[in-house]
């Protein structure tokens, strides 16, 4: 969904957008998570001389798995913010000089008048994701040695110990060497 920049210019107050994007609308990078549902959008769009001030929410429930016991759960997110959108220095005339932060999280930059709120969303959509999503604060994970789900049951695992099939190996190690 691309906002041209001047139809910001030709309205007296700001331009206000709520929108469900589906996954397929919105370009998700991210392959740790998937929508259940469409994400919902409130969006207010303000021109400040060539910026465009973005403020808005967006809502999601994201399906993702848990990086310890890799099962599936489900997240949802709420999330308010405010960015700022400046032309792309890019495609401003050559010779002037920028020094502007590329490393603020709180400044993008929009191409050829317009500003692509679908990308918007799913990147902050994106930004709610977690790099290592864990189902709940003390999920115990899988056993490293059996691959029990700690959660459920326990096992007989000792930690460090080896796995029945490794001790096997290594009892007939040692008699080899020992004959
Ligand atoms: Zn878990
Ligand atoms: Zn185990």
Do not use: W
């Not at 789900?149 to 460090?160: F, H, I, S």
């Amino acid at each position: 969904m691309l906002i041209d920049i001047n139809e910001l210019k030709t309205r007296d107050g700001p331009l206000l957008i709520e929108k469900n994007f589906s996954e397929g609308e919105l370009d998700m990078a991210s392959d740790v998570s998937m929508l259940r549902q469409p994400v919902h959008s409130q969006l207010q769009l303000s021109l400040v001389g060539e910026q465009i001030h973005v403020k808005g929410v967006v809502g999601a429930n994201l399906e993702l798995t848990c990086s310890r016991c890799l099962k599936s759960f489900e997240r949802s997110i709420e999330k308010n913010f405010e960015l700022d959108y400046r032309p792309d220095p890019m495609v401003e005339e050559e010779g002037e000089e920028f020094s502007l932060a590329y490393t603020d999280l709180d400044v993008g930059f929009y191409r050829d008048q317009k500003l692509d709120v679908s990308a918007l969303v799913a990147e902050q959509v994106v930004l709610e994701v977690p790099m290592k999503p864990v189902c709940h604060g003390d999920c115990k994970g899988l056993c490293d040695q059996c691959g029990a789900d700690l959660n459920e049951k326990g096992c007989d695992c000792q930690p460090g110990s080896l796995d029945p099939r490794l001790a096997v190996l290594a009892d007939l190690k040692k008699k080899i060497s020992e004959s």
